[in-house]
């Protein structure tokens, strides 16, 4: 949480299982907070949960390769393909 205080970024990358008591959905919901314009891009595994409705969120289903991820930062970014 204090990333999302300290850093701005264009697009927050995280696995919605996590170790402890917060999962990605949480952290994700507290870091849009601090900039409701955050775009997320969810990677999942396994997920217990049907993806919460975000605008500018994905959910990107595991494994993937490193140029999924890519497309996925220009589909939430809006950026075009080179």
């Known amino acids: 949480m204090e990333w999302c205080l300290r850093r701005a970024a264009d697009v927050l990358i995280t696995d919605v299982k996590l170790p402890g008591q917060v999962d990605g959905w949480q952290i994700a919901e507290r870091c849009r ?9 969810y990677a999942t595994g396994f997920s217990p949960s049907a993806p919460r409705p ?3 969120s994905l959910l990107l289903q595991k494994p993937y390769d490193p140029e999924q ?7 939430v ?5 080179p």
Request: glycine content about 8%; charged content about 25%.
């Open 33 to 41: 907070e601090h900039d409701p314009e955050l775009r997320v891009i």
């Open 77 to 81: 970014t809006g950026s075009p393909s």
């Open 69 to 75: 991820i890519v497309r996925a930062v220009r589909q």
């Open 54 to 56: 975000v605008s500018g």
